[in-house]
């Protein structure tokens, strides 16, 4: 299901005389600048645009014509982020600016779409040498009120698939792990190792000395590596870049696909890409978040929460439970669901939450899932029988068992769960039962 939102640029971004000149919309004033100064990093920064650009363009799994989706922008202390999915939302890519990277300063936050047009995109390609770049982000000017005559306006199909995949991936990546550092330079020869871009087998990425060596079986410490190809993003920032590191859940013998994210880090910038568990599968479809969007009783939690958030580059967990008096784990449980409106995002890196408000209400995601839509159905209508910790779900066509396991995971006798044994989140009836009795975050 598409969302039609209007974007209103007063011109197209361009490379000029002066610097880059990325136009903005939206944000909490029409048209805010975030940033104006210089990156630090111009060659690596261009780079590292046009890669997130290029993967908001680009379906992976069934290639079809280029989607143009603007990124994602995000302005706040210090930091600028870019975002994007691809166009089969398997993909997640992300550039942040570090403070090393930008030479001005940031005069205002929020989050807004930037406008990567053709023009720019061919600009951004010639950039090279090591002069700094300047930077406008968005029009020198936040009180225009009108845009007669100056207005560039576009109609662009924001999917739904990009709200349920920013409310997924954030809980995704709060459960990595760093599993590998190599040097760019061992990092270029295993790029240039992996498969072709038409190759669609899930790899493991093994750490082996100074580098990575690839197996077609998950081992302890290994990383998934599903659709080599979908790295490619990642080839023309390498050059800039000092280090490799690679994340994901902990790997062992008989491990199923899981998701991993890869990324290239400069000093002055960190470009990030995060796979799905398998090329055909979406980041959006894989059921992680609907725990988050189950709890009734972590609603307020996020709504105070979300009230003391403040736009620094990282969330203090103990700090928000000290500032709100609650505990960390009804912080962490307030924070997924606020992700789940696309509120904060995950950073592996720093190992913490951040900041970000999308143009989206905050009840969309709940109201886009079938899953969640198709369990609270069930709870109204009273079809679900507890049985101690067991539970007997009446459908007007099926009976279903749905057992509760000694480590709190769920198992049900639906073709769902004999299909994905819980490796894309709970079924319908196991989220139903879990509403009338289970603690949230006991899922899985």
Known sequence: MNAVQTYRYLQPSALRAAGLDLQTCGGPAANPRFFAGFLTAPAASAAGLLAVAEVARTRY???????????????????LRFESFSGCCGVYARMDVLPAGLDGEISGHGTTNVDVNPPLREALARVGGIEPLHVAVGPDDLTVSTMDGSVVERKVPLPGRWLRGFAEVHVL?????????????????FLRRLPAATDRSVLWAVPAGRTLRLTSRPVPGAVCLAGAGRLAALRGVLRHARTLRVYGPAA????????????LDTGALRLSLTLSPEPYRGLSGEGAALAALAGDDVVDDAELVGALLNW??????????DAAALPDERVRAALAQLGTAGRVGYDVADGAYFHRV??????RAERDNPRL??????VERGAVE??????????????????????????????WWARHRGQRGPCRHALAVSMVAAPVGALS
């Not at 062992?252 to 990324?263: K, M």
């Not at 839509?373 to 069930?378: C, M, N, S």
């Not at 910790?389 to 995971?409: I, K, L, Q, S």
């Open 173 to 189: 990546t709060a459960g990595f792990e760093p599993r590998a550092e190599i040097a760019a330079a061992e990092a270029a020869a």
């Open 373 to 378: 839509v198709g369990a609270r159905a069930l």
């Open 358 to 363: 999308m143009p989206y209400d905050a009840g």
């Open 386 to 415: 507890r049985d101690g910790e067991n539970a007997t779900v009446r459908t007007d066509a099926e009976t279903y068992r749905v057992r509760r396991h000694p480590d709190g995971a769920y198992s049900c006798s639906c073709r």
């Open 252 to 263: 062992r013998a008989g491990s199923p696909a899981v998701p991993s994210t890869w990324e």
């Open 61 to 79: 799994h069934q290639p079809v014509n280029p989607a143009s989706l603007d990124p994602v922008v995000t302005g706040s202390r210090g930091r």
């Open 312 to 321: 620094d580059p990282t969330v203090d967990v103990a700090a928000l439970a």
